[in-house]
Each structure stands twice: as structure tokens, then as C-alpha cells.
Nanobody, 125 residues
Framework: VQLQASGGGLVQAGGSLRLSCAASGRTFSNYVMAWFRQSPGKEREFVSG????????WYADSVKGRFVISRDNTKNTLYLQMNSLKPGDTAVYYC???????????????????WGQGTQVTVSS
């Protein structure tokens, strides 16, 4: 599956952005999907994940209550609505997919075989 992330940009603290991840090549609904992020000098970290139908979702504690993950299996697209953004959210955001992820390991980036190219999110104070 090919993944194309978009929607990043520059926003002031307290603002909102919506990221999108368009998938092509395989049956989207077969894939567990997730968002990860990485800032300079830091390790990649899990942000949020979605089960195959979107009814089960997971969030990092740092974004819980501010970010909402969703997916539209009819459009082969994953979303991340980011609200109340903070400077600490500044990072390159990546979407990831894999059909074989065990849901208990959804936060583990090593479980994912397919990655998008990343989209930069910059939050100014």
C-alpha cells in the first residue's frame, strides 16, 4: 500500500490542523492505521492509532483530549484532527499502515511495514 500524508503547516499555539493520509494499492479496510511523529533529536513517537473499522482508537497521553483520529474506508483516507496545538506538537508527522498489527502492539512503530513520506507541523508560541 502507498501512503501520502498531507495537511501540515504553520499554526499558532491554540490553533488547529487536520492531517490526511491517502492510501492506494490495497484494500484500505484491511489495515490498522496510525500516526507517529518525530522532532529533531528525538525518537519517533506514537501519536494515535485506529483499528480497521475505526471504532477502536488509541492515543498517546500527550495528545489525548486534543487530537481525534478517524478514517473513511470508502475514501481510503486516514485523518488526524489536531486541536489546541502546542509548540511541543511541532514535528514531522507520519502515517503508517500494516495489515498484521496486533492491536496490543499498535503503539510500536516496528509493527508497521508501510509509511507515508511525512508532513511538517510547526506550532509557534
Amino acid at each position: 500500500v502507498q501512503l501520502q500524508a498531507s495537511g501540515g503547516g504553520l499554526v499558532q499555539a491554540g490553533g488547529s490542523l487536520r492531517l490526511s493520509c491517502a492510501a492506494s494499492g490495497r484494500t484500505f479496510s484491511n489495515y490498522v492505521m496510525a500516526w507517529f511523529r518525530q522532532s529533531p533529536g528525538k525518537e519517533r513517537e506514537f501519536v494515535s492509532g485506529s483499528g480497521r473499522r475505526g471504532s477502536n482508537t488509541w492515543y498517546a497521553d500527550s495528545v489525548k483530549g486534543r487530537f481525534v483520529i478517524s478514517r473513511d474506508n470508502t475514501k481510503n483516507t486516514l485523518y488526524l484532527q489536531m486541536n489546541s496545538l502546542k509548540p511541543g506538537d511541532t514535528a514531522v508527522y507520519y502515517c503508517a499502515a500494516d495489515a498484521g498489527v496486533i492491536l496490543s502492539e499498535i503503539r510500536n512503530g516496528d509493527q508497521y511495514d508501510y509509511w507515508g513520506q511525512g508532513t511538517q507541523v510547526t506550532v509557534s508560541s
